[in-house]
């Protein structure tokens, strides 16, 4: 079972930027797909960005695209995944999951899902 720990949350203006990270404490992330989700109060949890296990695909939300980059990093023992968010609108404020899965793909099945981390876009 991958461990993932989510950090890189806060507080940030309107048209700022933050960038997230998700480090995961085992060997086997290296061959994982990896997921970033994010929950809005009161709402569902939403997929945002998804990156094969060698970094060499990747898929975003229709409302993410151009403003977000997820991309990861795989050494001896290191293995972190990256979300990237620019341009940052109100509306993104959530609490942000990153997330584990043994295939690629839209729709697919997560099985490991960090604690999370709290986005919060001022006006």
């Known amino acids: 079972q991958v461990q993932l720990v989510e950090s890189g949350g806060g507080l940030v203006q309107a048209g700022g930027s933050l960038r997230l990270s998700c480090a995961a404490s085992c060997r086997t992330f290296s061959n994982s797909a990896m997921g970033w989700f994010r929950q809005a109060p009161g709402k569902e949890r939403v997929f945002v960005a998804t990156?094969?296990?060698?970094?060499?695909?990747?898929?975003?939300a229709d409302s993410v695209k151009g403003r977000f980059t997820i991309s990861r990093y795989n050494a001896m023992n290191t293995f972190t995944v990256y979300l990237q968010m620019n341009s940052l609108k109100p509306e993104v404020t959530a609490v942000y999951y990153c997330a584990a899965t043994p295939i690629y793909g839209l729709g697919v099945v997560y099985d490991d899902w960090g604690q999370g981390t709290q986005v919060t876009v001022s006006p």
């Open positions: 990156i094969s296990s060698l970094g060499s695909t990747r898929s975003y």
